[in-house]
């Protein structure tokens, strides 16, 4: 037996006690404590997973016009639906955010989809947008309530048709911002060191006079609660959920 060994025993073994009992001991802590932690992981994993499977979801978003959790027939499942006359908007999140990964899926029912990035409210944002009807997909901006759809390279309908669930991924980061398509990267990214203003801010989805359907948004980031379901991460276990607001107040 060496003298390491035997400091070891010497260490672990508690008066009247044998070393299989105690190793058995530090085993079953250790388990408990690897799913304690495992636990709490997932519970702040799933702050920023939306599947809109829960009403309450709906109630972190900043909305402007009629959002609303429904049915999807196609997907058998609940999605969140925005609809309106005017432009519609749902922002979520901090307006101190900096960079981050947006996956979600999306589907315009009567026409344009669109994601928000990098937005202070409605009226001051970046967006990536499609719409299939005019045969269009391009970034845009809007600041003080105005428009500007000439920040960037314009593209086609990049093979998006209405009525038609996608998947879509918008990295932003530093001063960049690129979109992926069904896993594809398209359009040119977007150089946001360009606009001033837009160095920080929430995420979100919005429309002009349409209706679009959107679901599984994922949102990660630094400073941002790794979420269950992106790939590679650990899948979920059940429907967990806990608000943003909860996140900050364990964080603070």
Not at 51 to 78: A, C, H, P, R, Y
Not at 94 to 119: H, P
Request: glycine share 10%; with cysteine.
């Amino acid at each position: 037996m060496t003298e390491n060994f035997r400091y070891f025993k010497k260490f672990i073994i508690k008066r009247g006690g044998t070393m299989s009992y105690n190793l058995k001991n530090l085993g079953f802590i250790a388990f408990i404590g690897f799913i304690l932690v495992l636990f709490f992981h997932a519970e702040l994993a799933l702050s920023l997973y939306f599947d809109f499977e829960n009403n309450d979801q709906l109630k972190q978003w900043e909305t402007v016009g009629t959002w609303k959790i429904v049915k999807d027939d196609d997907k058998k499942s609940n999605v969140l639906s925005g609809e309106g006359t005017n432009e519609v908007c749902a922002l979520v999140g901090e307006k101190d955010w900096k960079d981050y990964t947006i996956e979600f899926e999306a589907n315009g029912q009567t026409d344009e989809i669109s994601v928000v990035f990098r937005g202070q409210n409605s009226d001051n944002y970046l967006s990536f947008m499609i719409a299939p009807s005019l045969n269009l997909s391009e970034f845009f901006k809007k600041e003080g309530g105005a428009f500007d759809e000439n920040i960037s390279q314009k593209g086609d309908s990049l093979g998006v048709k209405i009525q038609q669930w996608n998947k879509y991924k918008v990295i932003v980061q530093n001063d960049k911002a690129t979109v992926f398509l069904n896993g594809k990267e398209v359009l040119k990214p977007l150089e946001i060191g360009n606009f001033k203003g837009f160095e920080k801010g929430r995420i979100g989805f919005r429309q002009w006079s349409d209706k679009a359907y959107y679901d599984n948004v994922l949102i990660t980031g630094p400073g941002i609660p790794r979420t269950l379901g992106e790939p590679g991460a650990v899948k979920s276990i059940g429907k967990l959920s806990i608000t943003w607001a909860k996140i900050k107040k364990i964080n603070n």
